[in-house]
């Protein structure tokens, strides 16, 4: 049996969180197996050293969930690897129930097809429901349609492997579904079962697929989401997140917290680790916040761990912001690449038709890294899938500008209408040229004037030197120096602009490149700043690096956007790049560096000024808010931080918050500031200082 007993007990940092009226934990399909040894014989090439560490897996997140103490805890189905009939069932169940209890855990349960059988379609790979299967569940667990009420929320759990299927049960549980939700129309509702409606689109095929509702039971489940306006549905089953909507209900479809399904990775242009079943980045759960004006889900990577580290001192996991819950943040992601890609999928086993696959890691990394803008091309708005996904994007919170080229042929005022309601500003490119013409400042007036539309102004001059590059790059966006240029040609033509996009040069530092827009002269035409910051190469310690100066930048610009590019690898280039994910949609070590200052800085304070550099190397940047004063410390490759930078940080007698970035960790030091100092002495990737100025 295994133990972790000597592993240190995980603990959150969720400090920077508001305030919430009910948290929960909602995981699925941890799988327990038995034997991996067995299992992995008979189950084709399955390799037995992934399947030996599932349980293991399934093991630290369950303790990582405990660790949370929420209110409750949700598993959506799917305890074992063996399915009834198996003859290592029984005993798979039981190893998998006195896994919950050791870790701490007594969840509310949903049934999946692991546990009491598959849904009632003649293609799937094992047999339906049965009555003595379903029997047993409810011997075991109680009903698996059952609801309560939980600090004003209604919690539904249903059973989605009886549905339209031939026993009595599917409609009993019907009929009290229906009956449930009308006793309590007008009630905030949630929505818990293993099998998704849907996966990319509510009409797909039902029969002959694994990972979906058939109908009628889909379209009659579907109408009761709407008809009561249910705010959240979770599902398992899929191993693999995903995210719709239907009108006013969201749909979440949770990842498991041990293994990745083969099929969904049609949708990716590389080859994923074991075939698509070990991809240990995507593993983990959700921790749920209820709010008022809404719910956050907050995804809890687990990443595979089967024995991590024990924790040094106070070390703790920081629990950051989604973009719903980040009204303060400038941070925004260029796509370069859409921010949804859907392929048609492959036959494969166990599914028996051919259907779409979707990816959206993307978007779904966009709210965990608490972005609140996105920049797309005016072209997504002509294509029915970005232009759906993105309207998703702002009702989760993020703001969307689209980018035209300007040219005498664009009707930008006409083109605009037609979008009015999709668009949060627009961003004109002007190719060649620094100084708009006037005709292209006319139509800008009328789309800010008529139709209410913010715009941000930027040249693209195509033809500008790069060092270490033999032909000539577009260069888009103003250099500080141009500004009162610009400035004087914008009040010759009566026109104000919102926003300027600024260029930070990819060999230039965002800190010094940044500030130098500070320093220009007022300019009275000119509202905001708008910054592209480039992640150049494949150098990931040196881009966290530059994505965390990046962002601390951001902090001295009230009102301004910081946007990173680019949000996806660029690997089909002149000019290869990594991104804050990677080809697989998996976060590289810049993503959580932003994902966890966007969360510290902006949480609460709006307004920084610049600290003097604590090291002639500046490895050392500061800024003071009101209430804080922060230093980023950024190690370069293969060399400490200068001591004499750490002077009037540590000995001071405040505690010091120390934020290991990529890590996505915090740890408080008061008592003893020559343990932090000895720690900051040895760094190794971007760090984050924290003290309050008046504790």
């Known amino acids: 049996m295994l133990s972790m007993a000597s592993s240190a007990t995980p603990v959150f940092d969720r400090s920077f969180l508001l305030d919430a009226q009910l948290e929960f934990v909602v995981l ?8 991996p040894e067995v299992y992995a014989a008979g189950n084709d090439s399955q390799d037995p050293r992934l399947t030996r560490m599932w349980p293991a897996r399934a093991e630290w997140a369950l303790r990582l969930a405990a660790a949370l103490e929420t209110s409750f805890v949700v598993h959506l189905g799917d305890l074992a690897q063996d399915y009834p009939g198996k003859p290592s069932f029984v005993k798979a169940r039981q190893a998998a129930r006195q896994q919950l209890r050791r870790c701490g855990l007594q969840p509310y349960h949903v049934p999946g097809n692991m546990d009491i059988g598959d849904k009632p379609d003649p293609t799937m790979p094992a047999e339906w429901v049965t009555p003595s299967s379903l029997a047993e569940w409810h011997d075991q667990f109680g009903r698996s349609w059952y609801s309560f009420d939980r600090q004003g929320i209604h919690c539904v759990f249903l059973n989605s492997q009886i549905m339209n299927g031939p026993l009595p049960e599917a409609e009993e549980q019907k009929r009290w579904l229906e009956s449930d939700l009308d006793e309590h129309t007008g009630q905030r509702v949630f929505t818990f079962l293993h099998m998704p409606p849907f996966f990319a689109g509510e009409h797909e095929p039902g029969l002959g697929y694994y990972d979906n509702l058939d109908e009628p039971a889909r379209g009659w489940l579907l109408g009761l989401l709407r008809k009561h306006k249910v705010e959240l549905l979770f599902s398992g089953h899929m191993h693999f997140a995903a995210f719709n909507r239907v009108d006013d209900t969201r749909l979440l479809s949770v990842p498991s917290t041990t293994t990745t399904r083969p099929g969904f990775y049609e949708v990716f242009s590389i080859l994923p680790p074991d075939q698509g079943k070990n991809d240990l980045a995507k593993l983990g759960f959700y921790l749920v916040r209820v709010h008022k004006d809404g719910a956050c889900a907050h995804l809890v990577r687990t990443g595979g761990e089967t024995e991590p580290a024990p924790a040094e001192g106070q070390t703790r996991r920081l629990v950051t912001r989604i973009s719903r819950d980040l009204p303060n943040s400038p941070i925004g992601v260029y796509l370069r690449l859409p921010l949804t890609q859907a392929v048609d999928g492959v036959i494969a086993w166990p599914d028996s038709v051919r259907d779409q696959v979707r990816n959206d890691y993307p978007f779904l990394a966009c709210m965990e890294l608490g ?14 899938l970005q232009r759906q996904r993105l309207a998703m994007a702002r009702d989760e919170g993020l703001q969307v500008s ?24 627009i961003e004109v490119q002007l190719p060649g040229t620094l100084w708009p013409e006037e005709n292209c400042l006319r139509q800008i007036m009328r789309c800010r004037d008529q139709l209410d539309i913010p715009v941000t102004l930027a040249p693209l001059l195509a033809l500008e030197r790069s060092p270490g590059k033999y032909h000539p790059r577009a260069r888009v966006g103003y250099r500080a120096t141009e500004l009162a240029e610009l400035n004087q040609h914008l009040l010759q033509h009566d026109t104000h602009i919102d926003r300027v996009l600024c260029h930070v040069d990819s060999h230039v530092r965002p800190w010094e490149a940044m500030q130098e827009f500070i320093r220009r002269d007022a300019l009275s035409q000119i509202g905001h700043f708008d910054f592209v910051v480039q992640l150049p190469g494949l150098d990931e310690d040196a881009q966290a690096n530059r994505a965390a100066e990046a962002v601390l930048a951001a902090a001295l610009h009230s009102g301004c956007r910081l946007f990173l590019d680019p949000l996806v690898d660029l690997d089909r280039t002149g000019d290869i790049n990594h991104g804050l994910l990677d080809r697989l949609s998996n976060p590289r070590p810049a993503f959580h560096t932003v994902r966890c200052m966007n969360t510290v800085l902006f949480a609460s304070e709006k307004e920084f000024q610049p600290m003097a550099d604590k090291s002639p190397e500046t490895q050392m940047l500061g800024v003071e808010g009101r209430m804080r004063r922060l230093w980023l410390l950024l190690p370069d490759a293969g060399e400490t931080i ?9 000995g001071t007698g405040r505690e010091t918050l120390c934020f290991d970035l990529v890590a996505g960790t915090s740890a408080a030091f008061r008592e003893n500031q020559e343990e932090l100092r000895q720690r900051l002495s040895s760094l190794r990737s971007p760090t984050l200082l924290m003290q309050e100025t008046n504790p």
Do not use: C, K, M
């Open 371 to 384: 972005a609140r803008h996105l920049r797309a091309p005016a072209s997504d708005l002509e294509n029915g």
């Open 28 to 35: 699925g399909d941890t799988h327990f197996i038995h034997d």
């Open 642 to 650: 200068n001591s004499t930078a750490l002077d009037g940080v540590t």
């Open 402 to 425: 689209f980018v035209w080229l300007w040219s005498d042929r664009l009707r930008l005022t006409e083109v605009v209408s037609r979008y009015r309601d999709q668009i949060d500003a």
